[in-house]
């Protein structure tokens, strides 16, 4: 990608301030840059320019690059729409809660463990009640946790509270309390097998 340093003026960092509505990671990038732009630090504005050839990209793949960071991606590479690769978590594995039909899509929810190059862990979680649910693919805006354990008591701890918040929920087409019961029995032996490894 070729660098457009004539893209990071004064003026361009007012417009898109004023004519945009900033998400909460952008307004200090943004002051960052234009701290750069005002001291005329050349280092850092060329280090900015090379993320993208739009300010909003640039905002975009410096945040995504920074928060690649914290699990250990240094690797600054852009696809062919010039935003940054997403890099490739290291060890995941795809655990499955619910019914015993694993082939039948809605019938279970998985979470997916993994880490960067530098050790720190985090996870994606899918959360499946039958017909509803949602879903997180692994990623670097989740949370930080310093081992899989840690991640993992997180990840289910927040997957039986989605669950439990629906048992009894009169939607059984949308909510199926066969598979909510079932997650939830496979959460709590999971639960049960992680103090038995901890007591040994």
Same mark, same amino acid.
């Given at each position: 990608? $070729? %660098?457009?340093?004539? +893209? &990071?003026?004064?003026? %361009? ?15 200090? &990038?943004?002051?960052? @840059? ?11 504005? $060329?280090?900015?320019?090379? #993320?993208? !050839?739009?300010?909003?990209? @640039?905002i975009f793949n410096v945040h995504a690059y920074r928060m690649g960071l914290r699990f250990g #991606? ?6 062919? *729409? ?18 015993? =039909?694993? !082939?039948r899509y809605g019938n279970y929810s998985t979470i997916t463990p993994g880490h960067g190059p530098?050790? @720190?862990?985090? *996870?994606? +979680? ?20 310093? !081992?899989?354990?840690? /991640?993992?008591?997180?990840?289910? /701890?927040? +997957? ?8 009894? =929920?009169? =939607? %059984?087409?949308?909510?199926?309390q066969k598979i909510i019961a079932a997650t939830l029995k496979e959460l709590d032996k999971l639960? @049960?097998?992680?103090?038995? &490894?901890? +007591?040994?």
């Amino acid at each position: 990608m $070729e %660098t457009n340093v004539s +893209l &990071l003026t004064k003026e %361009t960092l007012i417009y898109h301030v004023e004519n945009h509505n900033l998400m909460g990671y952008e307004r200090p &990038l943004v002051e960052e @840059i234009s701290s750069a732009v005002d001291s005329k630090d050349i280092a850092s504005i $060329e280090w900015f320019a090379k #993320f993208g !050839n739009t300010l909003r990209k @640039i905002i975009f793949n410096v945040h995504a690059y920074r928060m690649g960071l914290r699990f250990g #991606f240094e690797n600054i590479e852009f696809d062919e *729409y010039d935003w940054l690769k997403r890099p490739l978590f290291l060890n995941i594995e795809q655990l499955h809660f619910g019914l015993p =039909d694993k !082939n039948r899509y809605g019938n279970y929810s998985t979470i997916t463990p993994g880490h960067g190059p530098n050790q @720190i862990w985090t *996870y994606g +979680l899918s959360c499946s009640y039958g017909t509803a649910g949602s879903s997180s693919g692994i990623c670097v805006y989740d949370q930080t946790f310093a !081992n899989r354990e840690e /991640a993992l008591i997180d990840a289910t /701890a927040k +997957l039986k509270k989605m669950m439990l918040a629906k048992v009894g =929920d009169k =939607d %059984t087409t949308n909510y199926n309390q066969k598979i909510i019961a079932a997650t939830l029995k496979e959460l709590d032996k999971l639960e @049960i097998c992680s103090v038995q &490894l901890t +007591l040994f």
